[in-house]
């Protein structure tokens, strides 16, 4: 499956104007039934966390997080049961999850006269039975199980996928009959930052030595292949030395240039499931 540049700006700027939901994604897929569903979801994910990104700031100023905080008090007194801070997060374009947390850390503060600490907060989003609110407990949950992009739910979900095509690579890797090292057996030897798999034996490819491999079960757009050179790939260069493919299991870039800058190709994108 190829997926031009061009298709991946039209599918882009087709998620411009629509909000994160399950709803959404259905459109998305009708809108573009020859792309995968995964390749879909992991586009719509990584451009709506970087509408999130942009727009952070003006929700946590502590006029929005008042304001925010009267408007679900008085929605919930009208009605308890409606799901009101979930339609309050989409009538202000902002990700469940994340209002979810400001309402309920600033619920806490008024309570216990003091900022909640970030495990405390992160437990109770993990398990809503832990807020001492029922009406608060089960708004709360309504925003995480309908988070697509954000949320302990999809962080879950997210550490799955990666991890099942670590399984998968390693499958591949031991079905060509090549030597590895995996994570675990690198930081056994004092390895602190290291790739998914080191090869023992390095192997040719389309013209390129490979020592090492970097599996990424996500989108691979110009933006986060920055970003894991920048957090990741770097690192992994200069203290090992080696060139190497990155992975990306939904779709990606056709190809990074192994040289010592790593730039991305711009004339398209490939998928693969």
């Known amino acids: 499956m190829i997926l031009t540049k061009a298709q991946y700006e039209e599918i882009a700027q087709c998620l411009v104007a ?32 970087k509408h999130i990104k942009r727009t952070h700031a003006k929700h946590h100023t502590v006029e929005a997080i008042e304001t925010y905080y009267q408007r ?16 309050l997060a989409n009538e ?15 619920f806490l503060q008024e309570r216990e006269e003091s900022p909640p600490s970030k495990s405390v907060i992160n437990s109770m989003l993990r398990d809503p039975s832990q807020i001492p609110d ?30 099942e095509h670590e399984v998968l690579l390693r499958d591949l890797l031991l079905e060509r009959n090549l030597s590895f090292l995996d994570e675990d057996q690198l930081r056994a030897k004092g ?3 290291t790739p998914d798999f080191i090869l023992e034996v390095p192997i040719a490819l389309e013209g390129h030595i490979i020592h090492w491999i970097e599996s990424k079960a996500s989108f691979g757009d110009e933006c986060s292949h920055q970003a894991y050179l920048h957090d990741q790939f770097w690192s992994y260069w200069n203290r090992l030395d080696m060139n190497f ?6 779709a990606s870039f056709n190809s990074l240039s192994v040289g010592r800058w790593m730039k ?3 004339n398209s994108i490939s998928g693969h499931r």
């Open 18 to 49: 629509v909000p994160p939901t399950r709803q959404s994604l259905r459109k998305l897929k009708q809108r573009f039934p020859s792309q995968s569903q995964s390749t879909l979801l992991s586009i719509f994910s990584q451009e709506y966390q």
């Open 72 to 87: 679900y008090m008085s929605g919930v007194m009208k009605d308890g049961t409606a799901p009101v801070l979930l339609e």
């Open 92 to 106: 202000v374009d902002y990700a469940p999850s994340l209002m979810a947390r400001i309402i309920l850390e600033r």
């Open 134 to 163: 029922g009406v608060l407990a089960n708004q709360v949950y309504q925003c995480i199980v309908n988070d697509c992009c954000y949320g302990p739910l999809v962080g879950c979900i997210k550490h799955a996928i990666g991890h």
């Open 191 to 193: 390895y602190d930052k």
């Open 245 to 250: 493919p990155v992975t990306c299991h939904h």
């Open 264 to 266: 991305l190709k711009h």
